[in-house]
């Protein structure tokens, strides 16, 4: 199993401590550095200093990063438009020389757009406007340079677009979809997804969803053996009950409701809950990281829990 590392930066972190984690990261041997898309703190956290934008962190960490892959879980469809969205993915993608991916969703947290005054329509309108984000930007980028691309949407419609850039990666990067939708989510996923990930599931909801998404592929013809599929975890590792409790009170939170609805405990424990993860299917961790000071943690995990792996 592969794990890479996930990091809430709206909860309270700048560009240096987003690169500082990264690095960290890369240089430990971990797969993926990925981010949140959010502009709004959750919870009793201050926030301080404020949100930064995930494809402008990316697009630096493209540049002061050299084999880290770099992604988002997940770009609100809300936030952006289609046509602008790919340009800015195939532009970071170019940036990092092949190593972008791109997480993305409907969108979830209204108060962040009331925050900053961005529309928020209705759930079904959310997944309408998913769907022809979705069949815009991958067909943006899979037309073929000196083709033209249209698409006849209701909300997005795109006339003779050049489709350019291109991403360094063909026929184009991976996308991530994820969520536990039972109908229109394993649908999307079936015909875009390369990767499908799920956050913060119980091993029962994980195993449910990852059958309903392989029954979507099976029935769009589509081979499931092809899919990606990830959890998301939030991680809080210690070398003895001590270092747990220790982490888990910095991030506020418990040591027990960690190790039941979390990645938590000693190495031996951590690998222990991957493994069943990996028995249903699942063939990444990201590992939710919120002490973005703290980077002994990924550095333990990376020595004693990732050979095992």
């Not at 550095?33 to 009793?44: A, E, I, P, Q, V």
């Not at 940036?95 to 329509?121: D, K, Q």
């Not at 013809?221 to 210690?238: H, I």
């Not at 993860?277 to 961790?285: E, L, N, V």
Request: charged share 25%; glycine share 10%; with cysteine.
């Amino acid at each position: 199993m592969e794990l890479r590392i996930f990091t809430e930066p709206q909860q309270g972190a700048d560009y240096d401590q987003l690169l500082a984690v990264a690095r960290c990261a890369e240089d430990a041997g971990y797969g993926a550095f990925f981010r949140s898309d959010h502009y709004l703190k959750m919870g009793s956290v201050s926030g301080e200093p404020g949100p930064t934008d995930a494809w402008t962190t990316l697009a630096g960490l493209a540049r002061d990063t050299s084999r880290i892959r770099l992604g988002t879980l997940m770009t609100a469809a809300t936030f952006r438009l289609p046509g602008p969205l790919a340009i800015t993915v195939a532009q970071v993608d170019r940036m990092s020389g092949g190593r972008v991916e791109l997480g993305i969703g409907t969108g979830w947290y209204a108060e962040e757009h009331t925050a900053y005054g961005i529309p928020f329509p209705a759930l079904g309108e959310r997944f309408d406007r998913l769907e022809e984000q979705l069949a815009v930007i991958t067909g943006l980028w899979e037309t073929p340079v000196g083709g033209t691309f249209d698409f006849a949407g209701k909300y997005y419609p795109v006339s003779d677009s050049p489709a350019l850039p291109k991403p360094v990666q063909q026929p184009r990067p991976p996308v991530l979809l994820g969520g536990m939708g039972p109908k229109r989510t394993p649908r999307l996923a079936a015909r875009y997804a390369d990767e499908f990930n799920l956050p913060f599931a119980s091993l029962e909801d994980s195993a449910a969803q990852f059958d309903r998404v392989r029954a979507a592929c099976a029935e769009s013809g589509r081979d499931p053996s092809g899919m990606v599929w990830s959890n998301a975890l939030v991680l809080c590792a210690g070398r003895d009950d001590a270092e747990v409790a220790r982490r888990a009170a910095a991030i506020g939170r418990e040591p027990a409701e960690l190790r039941e609805n979390g990645l938590a405990g000693t190495p031996a424990e951590i690998v222990d809950k991957l493994g069943r993860y990996a028995a249903i299917g699942s063939d990444r961790a990201y590992l939710q990281v919120l002490d973005l000071a703290d980077l002994d943690h990924l550095e333990l995990v990376a020595a004693e829990v990732m050979p095992q792996l």
